[in-house]
């Protein structure tokens, strides 16, 4: 989408450069180097410059500079007869600052133009797609269960992050790899199924009528609570501290042997371990499907945690590692300010960082990548920068370019979630109570029979307002979810943004009904961007000021999803999409549409709602968020 300050910025530097050879002076200005702000009140323009930076090479005060400048760009041939892409303005200095007001008649054709299909939506250009990663392939690794339990709500975060991020990263033309690690061994694994061997009984998830994933954590809930229990014993008959008596819990020590069975190739125990893994990855695979979120490939741990083990023997044999006293061997990274790191135990086993080391390594191999971004809670901050230090001491050229995308912890009003209590907020069971609490707000405003399905709208509604809620904040803050504030349909929320949509779209087809024109005479108009092409004459008067802030809000699309997939981060589409909403709710209120001054006034505002939508649309995808025709 068109960027004005672009050709401004290389009209500054022209008149800074300009005034340098004047003086004498050596050094010279790029376009690039200049800063392009918004000024902080809409009568001061459009566009504004600083002058501080130049002082000290031209020897001048920055107002100074700023009237040298803007007397300059008034002289200059062109400001009022743009090229393609551009639009004209004039310049002005205020204080330190050179202020440009464009010409907003000629900028609203320009951004309409450069939004709208030529003939009809099948004939639309992309929107936010800014090209800035285009060639680039990257990987991006998020999710991450564990097989002992169901997705809960700080998956929920993790999850809808990790897919927003990818489709940010492919709308600026990266290559993107999704893909997820399953945790299916280890001793949590285990503590499930030996509940379920104890006590099952033969039951299935088909048989109590759950999903294979609540189904099996519940059997992992059940083993704490008896290993609660005969810890509580121990402390009480035998004196021990708590510490000493859950690990002689006669039940961990069972859990323990069917871990030793399970690597030792048991028959009985593997056949038991896919059985149950098959039934809670099925049962995460719906929840995934449900929010909208998938993969290009599936990781299992199982299949990898061996593969670290050769690369660290490789770097002992560099001399990159050393062998403790014991027999370990350790990575020194006191000089990264890291300790030392035990990378392989004294018997030879690995621990999470080996296999995190190959399986970087063995997913590099798999599918080359530019980039590998792990989506994973702040909690694990020195484990990634250890990890990522290893890896470029054993001198993988590409491990200069992982990311750990670093998330807070998501907290309820009553505390802190915790997974072995069964105190954490499962992910199917919070989906389904806000979308009965959308679907209880559909049915107390009568709106069943305008939305068509309730229920699935009442589905997206609840998706919209959670995935809102996760991503409108910046990912490295921790987060206190709100359910009912989530599901509000006033104020920054997803169901706001998914009601303005709902508004467009009406307004959208009564005109394409044909909806009476009274200042038309009676007549009726076309629907928008199927009479000619956007670049029709009616656009050169959306000049009031709603419309103008609504259009102004329309061309930084681009450079927002540029923004957050540089920065990778989805709070920064989210605050623009909340950003476009209250704009096109001002210009509503302000700008009657169907029933404009004139048809061709009416035209254009169609054409501007029709441009709204289309952006509305495009970014609502980018956040996971289900667009409704009707609400």
């Not at 009022?80 to 050179?98: K, L, M, Q, W």
């Not at 859950?246 to 030793?260: S, T």
Request: aromatic share 8%; with cysteine; hydrophobic share 40%.
């Amino acid at each position: 989408m068109i960027d004005f300050k672009e050709p401004w910025k290389f009209r500054v530097a022209a008149c800074l450069n300009a005034l340098l050879e004047e003086a004498g002076l050596p050094g010279a200005v790029d376009a690039a180097q200049v800063t392009a702000e918004l000024p902080p009140r809409p009568e001061m323009g459009d566009i504004g410059f600083p002058m501080f930076g130049y002082a000290k090479a031209l020897r001048k005060g920055p107002p100074q500079i700023a009237a040298a400048v803007a007397q300059r760009l008034a002289g200059l041939e062109g400001l009022t007869d743009p090229g393609a892409g551009e639009a004209a303005g004039t310049a002005a200095a205020e204080g330190p600052y050179v202020n440009i007001r464009l010409d907003r008649g000629g900028a609203a054709a320009a951004i309409l133009a450069d939004t709208l299909p030529l003939n009809g939506p099948a004939d639309g250009k992309a929107l936010g797609r800014p090209g800035t990663l285009a060639g680039s392939r990257i990987m991006v690794e998020f999710s991450s269960p564990n097989t002992n339990k169901p997705l809960h709500l700080g998956h929920l975060r993790n999850d809808i992050l990790g897919e927003s991020v990818s489709r940010i990263l492919a709308a600026c033309g990266a290559k993107v790899r999704k893909v997820c690690v399953i945790n299916d061994r280890g001793i949590h694994i285990c503590k499930s199924m030996l509940t379920y061997r104890e006590e099952g009984g033969g039951r299935t998830p088909e048989s109590e009528g759950v999903k294979g994933d609540h189904f099996v954590g519940g059997w992992y809930v059940a083993f704490n609570r008896r290993l609660k229990e005969e810890t509580e014993e121990l402390v009480r008959t035998r004196g021990l501290s708590p510490e000493e008596a859950e690990a002689a819990a006669p039940v961990l020590g069972r859990a323990q042997e069917l871990l030793r069975l399970w690597e030792a190739g048991d028959r009985e125990t593997a056949a038991l371990w896919k059985k149950m893994n098959a039934w809670a990855i099925e049962g995460m695979k719906a929840t995934y499907r449900r929010t909208g979120v998938s993969f290009d490939q599936y990781y299992f741990e199982s299949e990898t945690y061996l593969k670290g083990k050769e690369e660290i023997l490789r770097g002992l044999e560099k001399g990159v590692f050393y062998r403790a006293d014991d027999g370990a061997i350790v990575a020194d990274l006191e000089r990264e300010k890291l300790d030392k790191k035990v990378l392989l135990r004294s018997d030879g086993t690995s621990i999470y960082i080996t296999q995190d080391i190959g399986l970087a390594v063995y997913r590099n191999r798999d599918w080359p990548f530019d980039r590998l971004v792990y989506v994973v809670g702040s909690e694990q901050q020195y484990h990634f920068k250890a990890l990522f230090t290893i890896l470029e001491k054993l001198g993988f050229p590409w491990a200069k370019n992982l990311y750990h995308l670093s998330y807070g912890m998501v907290n309820l009003p009553e505390g802190k979630m915790k997974s072995r209590e069964g105190t954490v907020v499962d992910a199917d069971d919070l989906l389904d109570s806000l979308r009965d609490m959308a679907l209880e707000e559909i049915r107390d405003k009568d709106r069943e029979e305008a939305v068509g399905d309730p229920v699935e709208t009442a589905e997206k509604i609840a998706l919209g307002a959670l995935h809102y809620f996760l991503l409108s904040v910046s990912p490295s803050k921790d987060m206190l979810f709100d359910p009912k504030e989530s599901l509000s349909f006033n104020g920054n929320t997803g169901p706001y943004l998914q009601y303005m949509g709902a508004r467009i779209s009406s307004t959208l087809r009564k005109a394409a009904a044909g909806a009476e024109d009274p200042a038309a005479g009676g007549g009726k108009t076309a629907n928008p961007g199927e009479t000619g092409h956007p670049a029709r004459a009616g656009h050169f008067l959306l000049t009031g000021d709603s419309e103008w802030e609504l259009l102004k809000v329309l061309a930084d699309y681009d450079g927002t999803v540029a923004a957050a997939a540089a920065n990778l981060d989805p709070s920064l589409l989210g605050a623009y999409l909340y950003s476009l909403s209250k704009a096109f709710s001002r210009f509503y209120h302000d700008c009657p549409i169907l029933q404009a001054e004139t048809p061709a006034l009416r035209a254009a505002r169609l054409d501007l709602a029709a441009a709204v939508l289309r952006v509305l649309k495009d970014a609502l995808d980018l956040v996971c968020i289900p667009f409704l025709e009707s609400m």
